[in-house]
């Protein structure tokens, strides 16, 4: 089975903070997501790669950045957290480009305050 | 923006009951995932549908992917209590989800 695994279920930091969100999986794929989630919202891709040190823009990558510099490791770094970037946080991966079937980690919850 | 949409938001019904929820999109994908998520947990993958018109079951699931390959939906036979979640649905190429069904089956 696949297993995608994130650092932390529950996370508090304060506005302004630097914060590392780390994201490892252990099946060898190659595609590698961050998404958030709000209520009403759905799931919002806000970078993927799909190979180590690439990676590309989603749909709301204004405030984020992310690394890769493993294939199996993919993370995410909110370089001044804000108020509103609290929210769930989700990493997936995916097999290869053309595979669409995502496999998800248990989510990190961020509350920023 | 949302390219998917999902009906209804929310959905609570009595166990046994039969119930159908909706993904709808304007734009051709050339297939559409369904997940299931339950609470504090990431979205676990139910099923790919690949060609128009394509039915898959899952046990007192049911999967219809629509002609066009624009839409979807989840036929729930006899819902029990484990089916209780957000059902979402995914597009391929642009990666994009709906916002969900809650559903909530009730013992």
């Known amino acids: 089975d696949v297993k995608v695994t994130q650092s932390s279920r529950y996370l508090v930091k304060r506005t302004g903070e630097k914060v590392f969100l780390e994201c490892v999986q252990d099946?060898?794929?190659?595609?590698m997501f961050w998404y958030r989630q709000d209520p009403g919202l759905g799931l919002r891709l806000i970078y993927f790669?799909?190979?180590?040190?690439?990676?590309e823009k989603g749909d709301i990558p204004e405030g984020y950045s992310v690394s890769r510099e493993k294939k199996e490791r993919f993370s995410l770094i909110l370089e001044s957290a804000s108020t509103n970037q609290t929210s769930m946080y989700l990493c997936?991966?995916?097999?290869?480009?053309?595979?669409?079937?995502?496999?998800f980690g248990p989510g990190t919850r961020l509350t920023v305050t | 923006t949302q390219l998917l949409e999902q009906s209804p938001q929310f959905l609570s019904i009595q166990e046994g009951e039969n119930l159908t929820v909706y993904c709808n999109s304007s734009?051709?994908?050339?297939?559409l995932q369904w997940y299931r998520q339950e609470p504090g947990e990431g979205p676990v993958l139910l099923v790919t549908?690949?060609?128009?018109?394509e039915v898959k079951k899952l046990k007192r699931l049911t999967f219809q992917f629509g002609d066009a390959r624009k839409d979807s939906s989840l036929h729930i036979t006899a819902a029990q209590p484990g089916d209780t979640g957000l059902y979402l649905c995914?597009?391929?190429?642009?990666?994009?989800f709906g916002a969900g069904t809650r559903l909530t089956v009730k013992p």
């Open positions: 549908v690949v060609t128009g018109g």
């Open positions: 997936a991966s995916s097999l290869s480009q053309g595979a669409y079937e995502q496999y």
């Open positions: 099946m060898d794929h190659e595609n």
């Open positions: 995914a597009g391929a190429e642009r990666m994009r």
């Open positions: 790669s799909y190979d180590v040190k690439m990676k």
């Open positions: 734009s051709v994908f050339s297939s």
